[in-house]
């Protein structure tokens, strides 16, 4: 059933992703865009979940309920921002009980490296729990909206330190309501950054051997981090002179950048090029600075208007660094276009981008780069909710690892006791969904991208979609391997799928049965068009899966729902978020 699915699925989610929307001016809404004063009120149980399928790792019933039930999003948002922060390394302490003689990892913090390939696992299962069952959702969701633009992955020199991927990730979780400007420098000490990109243990040039600093950090800091490649208008468009896109900086600014990132090792009490990166501490803790090791000449940046002077220290050269970036004009449109994109919208209008961007260089109150104030002008804004109806191309696609977030979201998965082992010995145990056998989706794994790049770019899409201009990035991890097979196997509890990869999850099914049961199959529709599709499961596809639900009514009550489920999340009208 399901391979015959997927096999129409992209012709037709780029079918209807080019098609959906009526037009690109924007509707009169009730929803006002100013998030300082004024209340937004929930309308339905449909709004709440079309809101939670951007603001959480998927909604199930009971969160769409407490939603209507406070009756505003404002509500909802301030309760948010008060739940106590569920962190990673945390969670790995407090659930790794250690058997077969090894201590619980809490108290034997040094077996992250002796143990490595095994807590590799421990990490997956870790980003698992907490996006399933964490409290703070909209926390979890921006801080994977922010992994996948300020990159770090197990693919490279970070991949037997999990424990500094897991730390990393924290910095990301801490950070996604605060400031910008703090979470950039954060994540510039961040060891695991440091390694990633090559400036741990980048020392100044030395004429004797002809080296030089290191100039990967101080290139992607600008193109990735902060400032993009070109010139931008608040809304997010291409500055232009003579008809060509004009440069944000040049190699020369890149050499004067990478001389602000020397003189910085792990805290280990030493410099070293890579450093030992051998103890806990040394691979968590933020880098320390070497004074010895620094470039203390003046540093010319960006086109050399912004000009670092000669003398200062390590951090006070990298603190005024980072401020020149933050406080660039691109950085408010850069920044929360790709936010735009990950939350809400692949292609968001320029009025939208300028809204939030002019919210990211003043909250209203005179501060500049306030996640919170970004995060809410970004969920709060009209086009987020009238998008469908008013914006040609409205939407996005989720990635792969969000249709099984949702899943087990929704369906209240259970997990299992499971014993990590390094080769045939076991380490530990602790219950988790076991979800890493299969290479998480074979396609996506938080902090798991092949490049600093992320899985993709802002711009990705399949050349039909490029060529209208159309921005589709999530299409580039489609494929069969990534969505259906997997999918489809936990959605069915196919033996196969569960014994191959060892998963544990158990989706929980009942009220779900008593539908079936009763042939109340519109009323389940219902149910799945509220908890999955938020409203969007078009007439055509509800009526072939209900026509399929009749022709094999002789299915026994739980595999004719969990086929109906698999239809629902296979079909195009779930895969493009609106």
């Not at 991927?165 to 979470?183: K, M, T, W």
């Not at 950085?331 to 939350?343: A, E, K, V, Y």
């Amino acid at each position: 059933m399901g391979q015959k699915i997927f096999e129409s699925l992209f012709v037709a989610i780029v079918s209807i992703f080019v098609l959906s929307g009526c037009g690109g001016g924007d509707k009169s809404s009730s929803i006002n865009n100013s998030t300082h004063s004024v209340r937004h009120p929930v309308k339905s149980d449909i709004e709440a979940s079309a809101f939670l399928s951007r603001a959480t790792f998927g909604a199930n019933k009971e969160i769409i309920e407490h939603l209507t039930d406070l009756g505003d999003y404002d509500q909802w948002f301030d309760e948010q921002f008060t739940i106590p922060v569920s962190s990673h390394i945390s969670w790995a302490h407090s659930h790794a009980k250690g058997i077969n003689g090894i201590p619980d990892l809490n108290r034997s913090r040094e077996d992250w490296k002796r143990y490595s390939d095994a807590l590799g696992y421990l990490q997956r299962d870790t980003w698992w729990d907490i996006a399933v069952n964490a409290k703070d959702q909209l926390r979890q969701k921006v801080a994977f909206a922010l992994s996948e633009i300020l990159v770090i992955s197990r693919n490279g020199p970070l991949q037997t330190f999990p424990d500094t991927r897991i730390s990393y990730y924290d910095v990301l979780v801490r950070n996604a309501f605060g400031n910008f400007e703090q979470l950039l420098r954060d994540v510039t000490y961040h060891p695991a950054m440091g390694r990633y990109l090559s400036y741990l243990g980048n020392a100044k040039a030395d004429p004797a051997v002809g080296s030089h600093p290191d100039e990967n950090y101080a290139r992607e800091v600008m193109q990735l981090f902060t400032i993009g490649l070109y010139e931008l208008n608040m809304d997010g468009t291409q500055k232009t002179k003579n008809g060509q896109p004009i440069p944000t900086y040049t190699q020369s600014d890149i050499r004067q950048m990478a001389k602000v990132f020397t003189g910085l090792s792990d805290d280990n009490g030493q410099f070293e090029a890579e450093a030992y990166f051998d103890t806990f501490h040394a691979r968590t803790a933020p880098m320390a600075a070497f004074e010895s090791h620094h470039d203390h000449t003046e540093k010319k940046i960006l086109h050399a208007k912004k000009i670092i002077p000669a003398g200062g220290d390590t951090k006070t050269d990298i603190d005024r660094a980072l401020h020149i970036l933050f406080m660039h004009p691109n950085t408010p449109p850069f920044i929360s276009r790709q936010l735009i994109q990950r939350l809400v919208t692949s292609n968001p209008s320029a009025e939208y981008v300028q809204r939030v961007a002019e919210i990211f260089a003043d909250n209203g109150d005179g501060i500049r780069g306030d996640l919170k104030a970004v995060i809410k002008a970004i969920l709060l804004d009209k086009e987020a909710f009238t998008g469908k109806e008013s914006v040609s191309n409205f939407g996005k696609f989720r990635e792969p690892l969000l249709y099984i977030s949702h899943l087990f979201r929704a369906f209240h998965a259970q997990n299992g006791e499971h014993v990590l082992k390094q080769g045939d010995t076991p380490l530990y145990k602790y219950r988790s969904f076991n979800f890493n056998g299969t290479g998480m989706m074979r396609q996506e794994g938080a902090l798991e991208a092949l490049t600093v790049f992320n899985y993709f770019s802002p711009d990705d899409a399949p050349s039909s979609l490029k060529k209208q201009k159309l921005a589709a990035p999530e299409l580039e991890l489609y494929g069969k391997q990534g969505i259906d097979d997997v999918l489809m196997g936990i959605i069915t509890q196919n033996g196969f799928v569960y014994q191959l990869f060892n998963i544990t999850a158990k989706l929980q099914l009942d009220e779900e049965k008593k539908l079936v049961h009763a042939k109340k199959y519109d009323a389940l529709l219902d149910r799945l068009d509220m908890l999955l599709t938020a409203g969007n499961l078009s007439t055509t596809t509800r009526n072939a899966i209900k026509d399929y639900m009749q022709k094999h009514s002789y299915l026994d009550d739980e595999k004719l729902v969990r086929h109906t489920i698999g239809l629902v999340m296979t079909s195009p009208d779930y895969a493009l978020q609106q």
